[in-house]
């Protein structure tokens, strides 16, 4: 694997991999990197001659500065993973390389209804600051293929508008949730958990699936009470939303309809982490 900290570097190497018509697929990450990470890799590597994956803790999309302070950083266990995985080329910048005229957003990106609701409203100025560095990391790699995982569900569909918004070539190729065994989602963000809080953790992977047994038979609202309640049992302190979407659109539903293709959601706290999942029902 070659690991480039310049833009300069990267673009030249780059520039001679598509003289030679390689396709590139590309996976940017916030690095702790685990196989939710390495999963994108792995679907890269079946799609594309080379496969990018990067490494920047955007200090932009935290809109809380105790979450990016504490944000996970394992380097050297990532290089490892990536190595194994054979990875092509790491690209680890620096804040100054990704943001040389400063981090202040230079102009707002429209996203509309979709910025609005969950994540965006609980995050507020979250899913600017995932444009802006996914668009200036589009503009430096310009990949063919760009690798998401669906355990951030509303960041796709955010990334897509983006992209439209922008006119940047890259396609985007949506990977689905990696689990651990029992069920919890691989998060960066599970390593700040003890062992007990990951064990109760996996309430919310229950909860989905709850929600996707009950959905024709029980209201919304109900569901959503049950659902609170297996939370708070599990010991989930705060709850900042368990909601029942249209999967296109990401519109909350109130009750089933079988015509519609349905996504179940949830934000949670355990202890002082805040977790996120999605399934679709
Ligand atoms: P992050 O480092 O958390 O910003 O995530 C980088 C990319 O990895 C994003 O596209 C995430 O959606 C994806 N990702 C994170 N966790 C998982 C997972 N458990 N399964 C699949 N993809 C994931």
Request: proline content about 4%; some cysteine; glycine content about 4%.
């Amino acid at each position: 694997m070659i690991l480039f900290k310049r833009i300069s570097d990267l673009q030249t190497h780059l520039q001679k991999l598509r003289q030679e018509n390689k396709t590139i697929g590309f996976a940017p990450t916030m690095g702790a990197l685990h196989e939710g990470h390495l999963s994108l890799i792995k679907a890269s590597q079946e799609e594309v001659d080379i496969t990018i994956c990067s490494i920047f803790v955007n200090p932009t999309q935290f809109n809380d500065s105790k979450d990016f302070e504490k944000y996970p950083i394992t380097i050297d266990n990532d290089i490892y993973l990536l190595e194994k995985q054979r990875c092509d080329i790491l690209f680890l910048p620096s804040v100054n390389e990704i943001y040389p005229n400063g981090k202040e957003l230079k102009q707002l990106y429209d996203l509309g209804f979709i910025e609005s609701i969950l994540e965006g409203a609980f995050r507020p100025g979250h899913f600017q600051g995932v444009c802006q560095v996914v668009d200036r990391l589009l503009e430096i790699v310009q990949p063919d293929l760009l690798f998401m995982g669906q355990k951030d569900y509303q960041q796709i569909m955010v990334v897509k508008k983006m992209i439209e918004l922008k006119n940047h070539k890259a396609k985007v190729i949506v990977v689905p949730i990696f689990r651990e065994p029992s069920g919890l989602a691989s998060s960066s963000r599970n390593m700040r958990l003890t062992n007990d809080e990951k064990e109760k953790a996996t309430a919310i992977y229950q909860s989905l699936i709850f929600i996707k047994e009950n959905i024709s038979r029980l209201f919304f609202v109900e569901i959503k009470q049950q659902v609170a309640e297996m939370l708070m049992n599990s010991e989930f302190q705060k709850i900042d939303y368990i909601e029942i979407c249209n999967a296109e659109t990401l519109e909350p539903l109130e009750k089933y309809d079988k015509t519609i293709k349905l996504v179940a959601l949830i934000a949670a706290f355990i202890g002082e982490v805040r977790l996120i999942d999605n399934m679709i029902l």
